[in-house]
Each structure stands twice: as structure tokens, then as C-alpha cells.
């Protein structure tokens, strides 16, 4: 009994005690009911300016065999990656292979290489919870890795063994080529995709290298030889750029990449990098493809574009965000006060090297296809004939200029860009130039460079949809052009 009752008052003043130092709590931190004060309107916040973007420190180097080579150290996380970049792409592939460059570059990670089976590579690779990735797109080709920094040795030299030995395993070229047919099988299925491909074929050409597509013909006609062959001429020291960041020592980081690189040669003979310009553009008018199935028209419409280097590049990029977005004028105009769009877009689009696309477009029921696509029409004829307000300017501007840091992020991201404009040969602090410049834009550059790259009589308008319910028909919007149907019939493949 006695037992049990010193039990008792144990606990009981371990309960005491602990209400006694809960009340003291209470009373220490105890403060005084908020008093609420009045919400500000948006306009009356004031928000210091954003800070300055710093580059960190790197170094660019090249090995003896013409190998670039960035550094760039990171020690926030115990992690490393790594890109190498190839000048290669699908666009320099054979026309009659289309499909030749993606097989390749999928291939080259996917079939193992001379020292490890792909079964073997992948059980080495997920022992250190790491990655290795390769490859192709338009207009380049890349490897990449990631590690922690305990397993960077053994993983970069998976990563160089990828590089530099691929097998291309017949079994795993032939899995590709059977997914390969399938996504053919499938392209028509999401006519978001038909839109974007058809509308290519328009502007470009169907056989030019941007908008043609792989077909069961082309795929069959690549042979795994082909593709040892593309590899060899696409990937060689020469011409790759290797940036690496992370949390590493750079000099014994460059021993690890002398002794995985230094010895890397070239085989073969070297793909011509000339890279292919579209003279004109190919096709202007209105063209549909009928899909009964569907409810609403996909809209695209506009012509070809420019490059990253136009001289009124800036002021097309505040365009852009003068049009675009919640509080651009077709989100207020088709979308809030007409309620004729679910989707609606219209920008300039540069590339690098070769002209990208003014593009324009969205989704809208059947029966708002054509009053979509005029409303379009009268916004851009709009900016191409009165200057945009001071408040749009400001607006705009400020959109393109705060968003300027988001392209620094991460060191990586800040690397990947530096590689980028060495590979098409643009100046290391281009986007620094180019926010001095979208400082200096004013209304009247924007009204001239509207004027110098929106072309009306270039239109390619191009709907995607169910042609019965689309009324007024689309030969409304040019009585003097007949509207052409586009076949998007898959060719059979070959027997």
C-alpha cells in the first residue's frame, strides 16, 4: 500500500510541477491581442529594387585536343553536375533519317558502352543515387551527370565512359526504334501537338530540318551503323564544351578531367555544322485540319521570325509583355471582355541562329473560332499602328526586368547560360546587354519594331478543330483565299 501511494505522489507532483512551469510560460510569453491594422492598396506598397546580379566566379580552359572546358564552384550542397554540349542536332541530319539524331542521342546513355552492359551501367549509376543522361535535340546534343561530391570520381568516369565508348547495344537501339513507332502512332492524338507541327510545316516548310518529321520510312532507313557514324562525326573533343559546377576543388578537378579527357580523339570525319537558314517563308493563308471530335478550334496564327541578335529584340521582348499575361492586352481584351478565348498568346519568338516565329493563338469554342481569331488580329494591327500608353510601358517593362533575375537562380543555371552563348557564338554578358537595352526601350522602338517585324500580309492562320460547327466558316476572314485542308494521315510504314 505504501508503495503505491509514494508512486502515487510522485507522479502527482510531477503533474504539479509541470502546471506550474506551464503557467510561468504563459505569463513570459504573454503579449498583448495584435491590434489589426488597415490593408494598403497595391499601389501605396513600396518594394526596395531588386539587387544587382553577380556572375560567380568561374574559369574557362581548353585541353590540348580542343576540349572547352567551365568551372564553376558551388559548396552550398554536397553535389556536382555536370553538361557536355555537342554541336550536332536534328537538323543536320540526313532528310531521307529523320529520327537519326534523337536515336543516337537516346541510344548513346540507353546502350551501354564498351566496358559496362546497359544493365550494368544503370546498377552502377543507382548505387550512388546518381545520373547519367544523354541526348539530341534541334540544334544541339549534350551529356550530363549528377553526383554527391563523395562519388564524383566514379561517376564522372561513367560519365566520360559514356561519352567516349558508347556500345549502342543492338537489343537497346531496337527498343528505342520500337517506342519511336509508337510515339508516330500516337501524334495526331493531342491536337495541341497537331497545331504546334502543322504550323511549322507552314512557316518553314514540311521538308525543311525545323519542321520535318520523323516518319515509319525514315526511322526504318536508320541503321545502327548510322548512327555510329552520326555519334562519330557529332561527338568529338573538338566540339564540346564541358561545364561542371558544384562542390568540388577545381584543381583536382581538372586532374579528374585530364585524366578522363585528355586522351579523347576524334574518329572519322566531322559533321558539316552549317547550319541551315530558311530564306522565305513557306506558305502564307488560311489552312484547317477538321477533327469532328472536338468542341473547340486550336488557333494558331502568325509568319517567320527573327533572331536573338535583331537589333529591335528588346523591344519586341516588352512587346511581348505588353500582350501577354494577366494584364496584357489579350488576356483583357479576347479573353476578359469578349469571353471569346480559354487560351490566348501572341509573342515573338527569336532563335539563336536561325529565324524563330512570331506566333500567336489560343483555344476558343467552335461556333468564336472566327471572331477569336479577328480579335487577334485587330490587337496586333493595333500595336503596329499607335504607340503603347506610358503605363504599359512601365508595366512591361518592369515584367521583363524583374523577371531578369530569375534566369540566375543557381549556379548551374547560371553556367548552362554562359555555355550556351559560347556554343552560337554570342558575347558572355549578352543578357546583360540586352537589360541595358530593355532599359532604354521606349514607346516609339516599340511602335517601330511592331511595324519592321509584324507583317499582316505574311499570316499563317491555322485551325485545328471541327469544321461543321466553326460559323461564320473560315472563309469569312478572307473572302479572296480559298481555305486549304491539311491530310494529317500517318503514312503507313514500310512493308
Request: aromatic share 8%; glycine share 8%.
Amino acid at each position: 500500500m505504501n508503495r503505491r501511494l509514494g508512486i502515487g505522489h510522485k507522479w502527482l507532483r510531477t503533474l504539479l510541477l509541470g502546471l506550474a512551469t506551464l503557467v510561468v510560460l504563459l505569463g513570459v510569453n504573454w503579449s498583448a491581442p495584435a491590434i489589426a491594422t488597415p490593408a494598403h492598396h497595391y499601389t501605396e506598397l513600396d518594394f526596395p529594387p531588386l539587387g544587382q546580379v553577380q556572375i560567380p566566379d568561374y574559369e574557362r580552359y581548353e585541353l590540348a585536343n580542343g576540349l572547352v572546358v567551365y568551372l564553376m564552384e558551388d559548396h552550398e550542397l554536397p553535389l556536382v553536375s555536370g553538361t557536355a554540349s555537342f554541336r550536332t542536332g536534328s537538323r543536320l541530319e540526313p532528310a531521307d533519317k529523320v529520327g537519326l539524331a534523337a536515336l543516337m542521342g537516346d541510344a548513346m546513355r540507353l546502350g551501354g558502352t564498351e566496358t559496362y552492359s546497359p544493365d550494368q551501367l544503370n546498377r552502377r549509376l543507382e548505387q550512388r543515387a546518381a545520373a547519367v543522361e544523354t541526348g539530341v535535340d534541334d540544334t544541339s546534343g549534350s551529356a550530363s551527370f549528377n553526383a554527391l561530391s563523395d562519388d564524383l570520381a566514379d561517376v564522372f568516369a561513367l560519365f566520360a565512359d559514356v561519352i567516349q565508348h558508347p556500345a549502342f547495344a543492338p537489343d537497346q537501339v531496337e527498343l528505342l526504334r520500337k517506342q519511336y513507332r509508337g510515339s508516330i502512332a500516337r501524334r495526331n492524338d493531342d491536337p495541341g501537338d497537331v497545331a504546334s507541327r502543322e504550323f511549322r510545316k507552314l512557316v518553314y516548310g514540311a521538308e525543311n530540318p525545323y519542321a520535318r518529321t520523323m516518319e515509319y520510312a525514315t526511322l526504318a532507313a536508320i541503321s545502327r551503323d548510322d548512327i555510329i557514324d552520326f555519334y562519330r562525326a557529332s561527338v568529338r573533343p573538338e566540339r564540346t564544351i564541358l561545364g561542371i559546377v558544384g562542390d568540388f576543388d577545381s584543381a583536382q578537378m581538372k586532374a579528374l578531367i585530364a585524366e578522363q579527357f585528355a586522351d579523347w580523339r576524334p574518329q572519322g570525319t566531322a559533321l558539316d555544322t552549317t547550319v541551315p537558314m530558311p530564306s522565305q517563308q513557306a506558305q502564307t493563308g488560311v489552312f484547317s485540319v477538321d477533327q469532328p471530335q472536338l468542341s473547340q478550334s486550336y488557333v494558331q496564327l502568325g509568319h517567320l521570325g527573327g533572331q536573338l541578335s535583331n537589333p529591335d529584340h528588346p523591344a519586341l521582348s516588352v512587346l511581348n509583355e505588353v500582350l501577354n499575361g494577366f494584364g496584357g492586352r489579350l488576356f483583357n481584351q479576347v479573353r476578359s471582355r469578349q469571353g471569346l478565348a480559354y487560351v490566348v498568346y501572341a509573342f515573338w519568338a527569336p532563335r539563336y541562329d536561325y529565324p524563330g516565329m512570331i506566333i500567336g493563338g489560343g483555344q476558343t469554342r467552335s461556333d468564336a473560332t472566327v471572331s477569336f481569331i479577328e480579335s487577334v488580329q485587330a490587337e496586333l494591327q493595333r500595336v503596329r499602328s499607335q504607340p503603347i500608353t506610358p503605363a504599359e510601358l512601365q508595366r512591361a517593362k518592369d515584367g521583363v526586368l524583374n523577371s531578369f533575375v530569375f534566369n540566375f537562380q543557381s549556379p548551374d543555371q547560371t553556367l548552362s547560360r554562359l555555355i550556351r552563348y559560347e556554343y552560337y557564338d554570342y558575347p558572355s554578358d549578352f543578357i546583360f546587354q540586352f537589360q541595358r537595352q530593355v532599359e532604354a526601350v521606349t514607346a516609339e522602338a516599340i511602335l517601330a519594331g511592331a511595324q519592321a517585324n509584324l507583317q499582316p500580309d505574311q499570316l499563317v492562320t491555322l485551325v485545328v478543330g471541327n469544321q461543321a460547327n466553326i460559323q461564320p466558316t473560315l472563309d469569312s476572314l478572307d473572302p479572296d483565299t480559298d481555305v486549304t485542308q491539311i491530310d494529317i494521315t500517318i503514312p503507313s510504314p514500310p512493308a
